[in-house]
Nanobody, 115 residues
């Protein structure tokens, strides 16, 4: 089993920054994909960014140039640095780990961008 625990969410003003972290524990395989998704009120969950264990990162068009995803394999941790935040970035951010046929989710962390 795998457990994912997010941290770093909060309330920030427009133009501000936040850094999310997600610690994975349990049986972590060497080949996997870690990523961040978000869900705004009344909307479906959407991809924010992905970082494979040995490949290129992927970003949603809406966050390109503002968000940076990174990972520390030694710590089984994935990060999301969010800069120049906008009100439309508000939502619950979920960490995701895909390995083999399985996908795991964290409990989510709230990000609120106020104007």
């Amino acid at each position: 089993q795998v457990q994912l625990v997010e941290s770093g969410g909060g309330l920030v003003q427009v133009g501000g920054s936040l850094r999310l972290s997600c610690l994975a524990s349990g049986t972590i395989l060497g080949i996997n994909v870690m990523g961040w998704y978000r869900q705004a009120p009344g909307k479906q969950r959407e991809l924010v960014a992905l970082v494979p264990s040995g490949g290129r990162t992927t970003y949603a068009d809406s966050v390109k140039g503002r968000f940076t995803i990174s990972r520390d394999n030694g710590k089984n941790t994935v990060y999301l640095q969010m800069n120049t935040l906008k009100p439309e970035d508000t939502g619950v951010y979920y960490c995701n780990l895909q390995q083999g046929r399985n996908a795991y989710w964290g409990q989510g962390t709230q990000v609120t961008v106020s104007s």
